[in-house]
């Protein structure tokens, strides 16, 4: 059974850092190019980051390109975005995804709220 579980989310001041998680299983991780995509209220869902299945390269938005950084453990099946400088405008539910040809997988988000 293929399972995404992001976890790190939560209520940050601006300026304040979170890492949020993203657990994998039942599939090949390390053959899985690993996105980070997030989803405002009202708005379409916007791909942040990705992590290529091949030498794991990463690209950013630009939005959230010099604040966020992401990684992969393959050892552990895990995905993390290191989330830094965070503003109000980063307020979303962040979701996990897997991609490998035609399959993807979605994980079932996690809400970061940046507020004072």
């Known amino acids: 059974q293929v399972q995404l579980v992001e976890s790190g989310g939560g209520l940050v001041q601006p300026g304040g850092s979170l890492r949020l998680s993203c657990a994998a299983s039942?599939?090949?991780?390390?053959?899985?190019?690993m996105k980070w995509y997030r989803q405002a209220p009202g708005e379409e869902r916007e791909l942040v980051a990705a992590?290529?299945?091949?030498?794991?390269?990463?690209n950013y938005a630009d939005s959230v390109k010099g604040r966020y950084t992401s990684s992969s453990d393959d050892a552990k099946n895990t995905v993390y975005l290191q989330m830094n400088s965070l503003k109000p405008e980063d307020t979303a539910v962040y979701y996990c995804?897997?991609?490998?040809?035609?399959?993807?997988?979605w994980g079932q988000g996690t809400q970061v709220t940046v507020s004072s």
């Open positions: 995804n897997a991609l490998f040809l035609v399959r993807k997988y």
């Open positions: 039942g599939f090949t991780f390390r053959t899985y190019a």
């Open positions: 992590i290529s299945s091949a030498g794991r390269s990463t």
